[in-house]
């Protein structure tokens, strides 16, 4: 490791200019008296330009700048998930300790506990062949996850010998042949994609509980998706709803320059949610990353770097990884802060020409892959944009959907309805349907891609005749037209509308979705009987039991009443027929 | 640091002054300039090198020139804090403007502040009562929370902002809020405005004024809302003060912002403000909240003008992306006479649903809400409709809406200046009998449970 060191020639906000120091691109330095972290971003000559992770106010021209030889890294291994972390892996919980309620500067905190012991389980033995991603034991991190400890990727060979017991993160639980020692903490840098076998295509829907998402808009585990929408649209809700409710078996949250009550709204809640598949503390399965708006740029600019890497480290034990960024128009600003601090030339609104190519660097980093250990892994991205203005022909969600696969478009209209979650139908799109049906086929319903076209085409007719309804009022039209328009309302009133701080509506299974949808249905048919037999439409629509139907959804059970109240309801609708 | 004096300015440019070859200074050091009539004038660093700072100066470069002295400081800004704040009128500079002494200062803090680590905060969830019904009922508001009022040219904010001052109290606590006024470009006439209202009903000796008015620096305006925030941070978690802190126009401040970047040649972002401005933003407005361990909050209503109504100016844009919520006045509403001309379909409040239900406000608040909100948005959609088809292609649940729509704004926005409703018998009651104009079968975001108990004519007895 090199101890060169250099002397501090400009400051300007978060980028400090050095000179004397000859350091790698991307490599760590200690900037100031106070020894700030600071990341090389660009060598100019024998200027050295850094951009530091915290607040520079007070720092002088002269002062040193000492190399550390290391590019930015996280540390990883058992100890990780429950935490939560500033955009460097700075566990907030010790930060509050040395510096108390703000967060002042120049304290260091390691990403993980390296004193605390963990109880460590071979599984592999002495003589196994191992290379980088073997699995070779395991810790019972938390109730509900067990923390794998794999070889290091580079590593290779014969292991010598091997121990089960209590050990620390730093000390070697195995021995290679070629003397080589494994430990159970490795180190990677954040901005290299960790390494796999091969990506496979995704075909298992990821399961948020979110009738929407699933339903209309799925997306793949391994899959990437954008949230798009203007402030007050309910992104943060929805990624908030995707980290509580999906069925990932790790969820990685990144607060990526947005509010802190908000955070702290998520790190005081989440402790108590029980996760639905698990019956578990949802905590157990999370990490989460907070680096609020007013916390340091360059920091919130890792974060999400530190974010992905942490989930690809899971990923390779063969887990299912959900990782929310909200919001990378945060990270995007930075990107534009620190570009327009080195005065380099803009591209469109002021942000720096390699924008687009790292949004796609980024989500190219989830996937559903074979690990190097041969286990199926995959990590979903779903990122929140903020696009100013909610017009997203900006350059954020712009350079987002040319490459996610799903798009899932906050609508301020809606929301302005109270129409939760806000998604609109109309333009929102899931590329995965194809890849996912057989799935859907085999586990819910042999019609389920069937019935969720039926839903999506009526909501789709619904919009054309509301553009007529909006020129001559709804009487004017045919009745069956006035009885779509009813369905489409109840598809939206009930189906489409979900109710994220409703103790039961907050999450429905796949197949009650099924359940829901095909009731819908059902009462466009049974309908359409009806008043072919000469019932009114007002009699059809207002039958007592389809209130019940749909009201019942707010109570516990549901699942299980939801066949009965549709069969009172087909029968009340039957009986408006004989009323004629 | 010595006192060193240096004269080696190069360029004056807007409110920057370059000087050359100078000991290392510190960024962002507090620095002074005497020029040479005497005159004191101060100022900041904003960038330095071995061989170039660059200063903004507070009250603006005229009359500085190549022989100006300049001295800096060896700190970075601070303001004297003390308990003696309260009751004290300052300029933007933090300096008495009320012809009283010196602050005597119990510490020195740096006003850029530092973030509160997100660990530390305690999740906002005390409701405050406005007395407004429109904010109480649709928009409530709570300890810690930073809500600001969107609004624009000719429309009442001021009004509403100090309604909400005189007013705003805990339900069932004595605390009382201390205010925190940070006046940033507004003309003197606002400002007396303020001044006599706030002495009108004793509240200026509970408050602390921070005051930049029109024809004082534009600079200073960079700083005006740190200090004002700064006390508040000192009053709050150093005295266990609830501080309210009101701030306006924010408009100002950011123009002011435009004006260093510009002079500064930076790359621009939308309409001319700098890239930074979101971070700048967010970090007066994160400086609201509760923290861990402390008795004291900081609640926060920066008052802004949107630029030709539009909500979507930067201004706006990235306020609403920071602060948890925003009250949007609405010309519309001003113009039929209602006061306050608060629309509620825009407005949001982001903590609301911590702060509100059973234990906090009511148990049917929530519910109340979201049908008010859902019936007066259908029936302002239906006016659109019947400007067009008339009433008589509406049918009965439609036709309802429409009427509910202009009872809503009739009666339960609009009410006096003086108004003070509580949240149970004087909002949302008033809510459910506002709602009895609808017939229940239609109202269905109420929960069955809450009708049965709370509607008028069709609660059970």
């Given at each position: 490791?090199?101890?060169?060191?250099?002397?501090?020639?400009?400051?300007?906000?978060?980028?400090?200019?050095?000179?004397?120091?000859?350091?790698?691109?991307?490599?760590?330095?200690?900037?100031?008296?106070?020894?700030?972290?600071?990341?090389?971003?660009?060598?100019?000559?024998?200027?050295?330009?850094?951009?530091?992770?915290?607040?520079?106010?007070?720092?002088?021209?002269?002062?040193?700048?000492?190399?550390?030889?290391?590019?930015?890294s996280?540390?990883?291994?058992?100890?990780?998930?429950?935490?939560?972390?500033?955009?460097?892996?700075r566990?907030?919980?010790?930060?509050?300790?040395?510096?108390?309620?703000?967060?002042?500067?120049?304290?260091?905190?390691?990403?993980?506990?390296?004193?605390?012991?963990?109880?460590?389980?071979?599984?592999?033995?002495?003589?196994?062949e191992?290379?980088?991603?073997?699995?070779?034991?395991?810790?019972?991190?938390?109730?509900?996850v067990?923390?794998?400890?794999?070889?290091?990727?580079?590593?290779?060979?014969k292991?010598a010998?091997?121990?089960?017991?209590?050990?620390?993160?730093?000390?070697?639980?195995?021995?290679?042949?070629?003397?080589?020692?494994?430990?159970?903490?490795?180190?990677?840098?954040?901005?290299?994609?960790?390494?796999f076998?091969?990506?496979?295509?995704?075909?298992?829907?990821?399961?948020?509980?979110?009738?929407?998402?699933?339903?209309?808009?799925?997306?793949?585990?391994?899959?990437?998706?954008?949230?798009?929408?203007?402030?007050?649209?309910?992104?943060?809700?929805?990624q908030?709803?995707?980290?509580?409710?999906?069925?990932?078996?790790?969820?990685?949250?990144?607060?990526?320059?947005e509010?802190g009550n908000?955070m702290?709204?998520?790190?005081t809640?989440?402790?108590?949610?029980?996760?639905?598949?698990?019956?578990?503390p949802?905590?157990?399965?999370?990490?989460?990353?907070?680096?609020?708006?007013?916390?340091?740029?360059?920091?919130?600019?890792?974060?999400?770097?530190?974010?992905?890497?942490?989930?690809?480290?899971?990923?390779?034990?063969?887990?299912?990884?959900?990782?929310?960024?909200?919001?990378?128009?945060?990270?995007?600003?930075?990107?534009?802060e620190?570009?327009?601090?080195?005065?380099?030339?803009?591209?469109?609104?002021?942000y720096?020409?390699?924008?687009?190519?790292?949004?796609?660097?980024?989500?190219?980093r989830?996937?559903?892959?074979?690990?190097?250990?041969?286990?199926?892994?995959?990590?979903?991205?779903?990122?929140?944009?903020?696009?100013?203005g909610?017009?997203?022909?900006e350059?954020?969600?712009?350079?987002t959907?040319?490459?996610?696969?799903?798009?899932?478009?906050l609508?301020?209209?809606?929301?302005?309805?109270?129409h939760?979650?806000?998604?609109?139908?109309?333009?929102?799109?899931?590329?995965?349907?194809?890849?996912?049906?057989?799935?859907?086929?085999d586990?819910?319903?042999?019609?389920?891609?069937e019935?969720r076209?039926k839903?999506?085409?009526?909501?789709?007719?619904?919009?054309?005749?509301?553009?007529?309804?909006?020129?001559?009022?709804?009487?004017?039209?045919?009745m069956?037209?006035?009885?779509t328009?009813?369905?489409?309302?109840?598809?939206?009133?009930?189906?489409?509308?979900?109710?994220?701080?409703?103790?039961?509506?907050?999450?429905?299974?796949?197949?009650?979705?099924?359940?829901?949808?095909?009731?819908?249905?059902?009462?466009?048919?049974?309908?359409e009987?009806?008043?072919?037999g000469?019932?009114?439409?007002?009699?059809?629509?207002?039958?007592?039991?389809?209130?019940?139907?749909?009201?019942?959804?707010?109570?516990?059970?549901?699942?299980?009443?939801?066949?009965?109240?549709?069969?009172?309801?087909?029968?009340?609708?039957?009986?408006?027929?004989?009323?004629? | 640091?010595s006192?060193?004096?240096?004269?080696?300015?190069?360029?004056?440019?807007?409110?920057?002054?370059?000087?050359?070859?100078?000991?290392?200074?510190?960024?962002?050091?507090?620095?002074?300039?005497r020029?040479?009539?005497?005159?004191?004038?101060?100022?900041?660093?904003?960038?330095?090198?071995?061989?170039?700072?660059?200063?903004?100066?507070?009250?603006?470069?005229?009359?500085?020139?190549?022989?100006?002295?300049?001295?800096?400081?060896?700190?970075?800004?601070?303001?004297?804090?003390?308990?003696?704040?309260?009751?004290?009128?300052l300029?933007?500079a933090?300096?008495?403007?009320?012809?009283?002494?010196?602050?005597v200062?119990e510490?020195?803090?740096?006003?850029?502040g530092?973030?509160?680590?997100?660990?530390?905060?305690?999740?906002?969830?005390?409701?405050?009562?406005?007395?407004?019904?429109?904010?109480?009922?649709?928009?409530?508001?709570?300890?810690g929370?930073?809500?600001?009022?969107f609004?624009?040219?000719?429309?009442?904010?001021?009004?509403?902002?100090?309604?909400?001052?005189?007013?705003?109290?805990?339900?069932?606590?004595?605390?009382?809020?201390?205010v925190?006024?940070?006046?940033?470009?507004?003309?003197?006439?606002?400002?007396?405005?303020?001044?006599?209202?706030?002495?009108?009903?004793?509240?200026?000796?509970n408050?602390?004024?921070?005051?930049?008015?029109?024809?004082?620096?534009?600079?200073?305006?960079?700083?005006t809302?740190?200090?004002?925030l700064?006390?508040a941070?000192?009053?709050?978690?150093?005295?266990?003060?609830?501080?309210?802190?009101?701030?306006?126009?924010?408009?100002?401040?950011?123009?002011?912002?435009?004006q260093?970047?510009?002079?500064?040649?930076?790359?621009?972002?939308?309409?001319?403000?700098?890239?930074?401005?979101?971070?700048?933003l967010?970090?007066?407005?994160?400086?609201?909240?509760?923290?861990?361990?402390?008795?004291?909050?900081?609640?926060?209503?920066?008052?802004?003008?949107?630029?030709?109504?539009?909500?979507?100016?930067?201004?706006?844009?990235?306020?609403?992306?920071?602060?948890?919520?925003?009250?949007?006045?609405?010309?519309?509403?001003?113009?039929?006479?209602?006061?306050?001309?608060?629309?509620?379909?825009?407005s949001?409040?982001?903590?609301?649903?911590?702060?509100?239900?059973?234990?906090?406000?009511?148990?049917?608040?929530?519910?109340?809400?979201?049908?008010?909100?859902?019936?007066?948005?259908?029936?302002?959609?239906?006016?659109?409709?019947?400007?067009?088809?008339g009433e008589?292609?509406?049918?009965?649940?439609?036709?309802?809406?429409?009427?509910?729509?202009?009872?809503?704004?009739?009666?339960?926005?609009?009410?006096?200046?003086?108004?003070?409703?509580?949240?149970d018998?004087?909002?949302?009651?008033?809510?459910?009998?506002?709602?009895?104009?609808?017939?229940?079968?239609?109202?269905?975001?109420?929960?069955q449970?809450?009708?049965?108990?709370?509607?008028?004519?069709?609660?059970?007895?």
């Amino acid at each position: 490791m090199s101890e060169e060191s250099g002397l501090i020639y400009r400051i300007s906000g978060p980028v400090v200019t050095a000179v004397g120091i000859s350091p790698r691109m991307y490599e760590v330095v200690r900037v100031g008296d106070e020894g700030l972290m600071g990341e090389v971003i660009e060598l100019h000559g024998d200027q050295s330009v850094i951009q530091v992770y915290e607040e520079t106010s007070g720092i002088k021209p002269g002062e040193p700048v000492v190399r550390t030889g290391q590019t930015l890294s996280v540390k990883l291994g058992p100890g990780l998930l429950t935490q939560i972390y500033d955009g460097i892996q700075r566990p907030l919980e010790s930060l509050e300790e040395t510096m108390g309620v703000f967060i002042t500067r120049g304290v260091d905190a390691d990403g993980l506990d390296l004193t605390k012991k963990w109880e460590f389980n071979a599984t592999a033995s002495a003589g196994d062949e191992v290379s980088g991603g073997s699995v070779i034991g395991f810790v019972q991190e938390t109730e509900t996850v067990e923390h794998k400890i794999m070889i290091p990727p580079g590593h290779s060979g014969k292991i010598a010998s091997i121990e089960s017991g209590e050990f620390d993160i730093t000390t070697s639980v195995c021995t290679l042949e070629d003397g080589t020692e494994i430990a159970m903490m490795q180190e990677w840098p954040v901005r290299t994609p960790r390494p796999f076998k091969q990506k496979n295509a995704p075909d298992v829907p990821l399961i948020t509980g979110q009738r929407i998402l699933d339903f209309l808009f799925p997306l793949a585990k391994g899959g990437t998706a954008g949230i798009p929408g203007p402030f007050g649209a309910g992104k943060t809700v929805t990624q908030q709803q995707l980290a509580r409710w999906s069925d990932a078996q790790i969820v990685v949250y990144i607060g990526c320059g947005e509010r802190g009550n908000e955070m702290t709204e998520v790190l005081t809640e989440f402790p108590h949610l029980t996760d639905p598949n698990t019956g578990k503390p949802l905590m157990n399965r999370t990490t989460m990353i907070a680096n609020t708006s007013n916390m340091p740029v360059a920091a919130r600019e890792a974060s999400v770097y530190t974010g992905i890497t942490i989930a690809e480290y899971f990923r390779d034990m063969g887990y299912d990884v959900a990782l929310m960024a909200d919001s990378t128009s945060r990270w995007a600003e930075a990107m534009r802060e620190i570009s327009s601090r080195l005065e380099e030339m803009p591209g469109e609104e002021g942000y720096p020409a390699y924008l687009s190519s790292r949004l796609a660097e980024f989500y190219e980093r989830a996937g559903r892959v074979q690990t190097l250990g041969g286990d199926d892994g995959s990590v979903s991205v779903i990122g929140a944009v903020s696009p100013p203005g909610g017009d997203i022909s900006e350059p954020v969600s712009q350079g987002t959907l040319r490459i996610v696969k799903v798009f899932w478009g906050l609508d301020a209209g809606l929301a302005r309805q109270r129409h939760f979650p806000a998604i609109n139908w109309l333009s929102s799109y899931s590329l995965y349907p194809q890849a996912l049906d057989q799935w859907y086929r085999d586990n819910i319903a042999s019609d389920f891609p069937e019935v969720r076209t039926k839903i999506s085409s009526l909501l789709q007719v619904e919009a054309e005749l509301q553009e007529i309804v909006q020129l001559v009022g709804s009487d004017a039209l045919p009745m069956d037209q006035q009885l779509t328009l009813e369905v489409a309302r109840m598809i939206r009133e009930f189906f489409l509308q979900q109710n994220a701080f409703h103790d039961v509506d907050t999450f429905s299974q796949l197949g009650l979705q099924y359940e829901m949808a095909k009731a819908i249905l059902a009462f466009q048919e049974e309908s359409e009987k009806a008043m072919a037999g000469g019932a009114g439409l007002e009699d059809v629509v207002n039958v007592p039991a389809r209130t019940d139907l749909m009201r019942g959804r707010f109570e516990e059970g549901y699942a299980e009443r939801i066949g009965e109240l549709l069969g009172e309801m087909s029968k009340q609708i039957a009986e408006t027929m004989e009323d004629n | 640091m010595s006192g060193k004096e240096y004269r080696t300015i190069t360029d004056v440019k807007g409110p920057l002054v370059f000087l050359e070859k100078t000991e290392p200074v510190a960024y962002n050091e507090i620095v002074q300039l005497r020029l040479s009539d005497g005159t004191m004038k101060n100022g900041q660093v904003l960038d330095t090198s071995d061989d170039k700072v660059i200063v903004q100066v507070f009250e603006g470069t005229e009359s500085v020139d190549r022989q100006t002295g300049v001295k800096f400081l060896g700190d970075v800004f601070r303001l004297p804090v003390s308990k003696g704040l309260i009751g004290r009128i300052l300029d933007g500079a933090g300096k008495p403007r009320d012809g009283g002494p010196e602050i005597v200062a119990e510490d020195m803090a740096d006003i850029i502040g530092a973030a509160i680590n997100p660990y530390s905060r305690e999740s906002p969830e005390q409701f405050i009562q406005t007395g407004i019904s429109a904010i109480d009922a649709c928009t409530s508001l709570v300890r810690g929370q930073k809500l600001p009022i969107f609004s624009a040219s000719g429309l009442p904010h001021n009004d509403i902002a100090l309604q909400i001052a005189r007013q705003a109290r805990l339900v069932g606590s004595d605390d009382d809020f201390v205010v925190v006024f940070c006046a940033m470009g507004i003309t003197a006439e606002e400002y007396n405005f303020f001044v006599q209202d706030l002495e009108r009903t004793g509240a200026l000796e509970n408050a602390a004024l921070f005051v930049n008015l029109a024809d004082d620096p534009a600079v200073e305006r960079l700083i005006t809302p740190r200090l004002a925030l700064t006390a508040a941070e000192y009053l709050a978690f150093e005295h266990d003060y609830h501080v309210l802190v009101i701030y306006t126009d924010m408009t100002n401040y950011c123009e002011s912002l435009r004006q260093i970047g510009a002079a500064r040649e930076e790359v621009p972002g939308r309409r001319g403000y700098p890239g930074y401005m979101y971070t700048d933003l967010a970090m007066m407005y994160e400086r609201a909240g509760m923290v861990k361990g402390k008795k004291g909050s900081i609640t926060q209503f920066p008052i802004l003008t949107m630029p030709g109504d539009d909500i979507t100016h930067p201004i706006p844009d990235l306020s609403g992306y920071i602060t948890e919520g925003q009250i949007v006045i609405s010309r519309e509403l001003h113009q039929k006479g209602i006061y306050p001309p608060i629309n509620v379909l825009p407005s949001l409040s982001r903590l609301m649903n911590a702060g509100i239900g059973e234990g906090k406000t009511r148990e049917d608040h929530k519910s109340v809400s979201d049908q008010l909100y859902a019936a007066y948005a259908g029936g302002r959609e239906l006016r659109g409709l019947v400007a067009i088809v008339g009433e008589d292609a509406l049918n009965e649940r439609d036709l309802q809406l429409l009427k509910f729509a202009d009872i809503f704004e009739d009666q339960f926005l609009r009410q006096s200046r003086d108004e003070d409703r509580s949240i149970d018998e004087g909002t949302l009651d008033l809510a459910w009998n506002l709602l009895t104009n609808i017939d229940t079968k239609y109202l269905v975001r109420l929960d069955q449970k809450w009708i049965d108990k709370y509607h008028p004519t069709e609660k059970n007895s």
